[in-house]
């Protein structure tokens, strides 16, 4: 199967699959050598990294189709790729697919937020009118070249609106033909056992280490009824813990040795980034 094909499988089966998030190529290495079965190239990852700036709008188009491409080629997992708002009206939405499609991405996923976008786990942010979000989904649906190709549709509807008027934009996502649904910073557990039973299509639910959803493991999300279980940026933040740590030390002692407590072995980093492949390439063409 093609990754998209594989991808659509994972959704089907609603077992709670976790998806952690990557923000550069390496990250993404990582997610694949520990035996995950996809990546989701994080919007709030790539702007925190790569920008050293908050999730609120900053990241562009071509950042993400960059980030998306460079990933694409590093790995072989199926590819769910963070698009914001689609960076404009319908019209962007379907320049969006197009541009990202191309890109390798095997997933993209839109919200419904207004113009510029949050975090979802901050406070501030609003939706646009349902009949604009659905539009957004219809385009992105019919932009598509591959009808492998995955749309899944997010709702920022909770925060402003409350759940049922989530549920309901979720439903009419599904109708719009959107493949995976979204509900973003459900705050309830009660909501969170209840969403598979009242959606048709493969869900995904989002697990915000210090956000406003409560976290439940994913064997008890599968359990529910969830396709994806979303770790965005578990990856990042303890990356940022890695090097607070590692650089204290640094200051703090004056050196710093290969200790595997602070620092990935030097071998380690080498075979990360595939260097024994590029060695034996280098021999075969000399």
Known sequence: MSTRQTLRALADARRGVLVPGAFNALSARVIEDLGFEAIYITGAGVTNMCFGLPDQGFMGLA?????????????????????????????NVRHTVRTLERAGADCIQFEDQVAPKRCGHFSGKDVIPT??????IKAAVDARQDGDLLIMARTDACATQGFEA??????KFAEAGADILFVEAVTRAEEIRA?????????LMNMVIGGRTPIFDADQLGQLGYGFVLYANAAL??????MQKALG???????????PALVTPFAERQRLVGKPDWDALEKHYA
């Not at 993400?64 to 790995?75: F, G, K, L, Q, S």
């Not at 933040?237 to 890695?242: E, K, N, R, V």
Request: cysteine-free; aromatic content about 2%.
């Open 63 to 91: 950042d993400i189709a960059d980030h998306t491409a460079r990933i694409r080629d590093a790995v072989s997992l199926p590819l769910i790729v963070d698009a914001d708002t689609g960076f404009g009206n319908a019209l």
């Open 237 to 242: 933040q303890g990356a940022l813990a890695g």
């Open 131 to 136: 009949e604009e979000a659905v539009s957004k």
């Open 166 to 171: 989530a549920v309901e934009r979720a439903l």
């Open 249 to 259: 030390v640094l200051r703090d002692t004056r050196r710093l040795d290969e200790d």
């Open 195 to 203: 969403l598979p039973q009242q959606l048709p299509r493969p869900q």
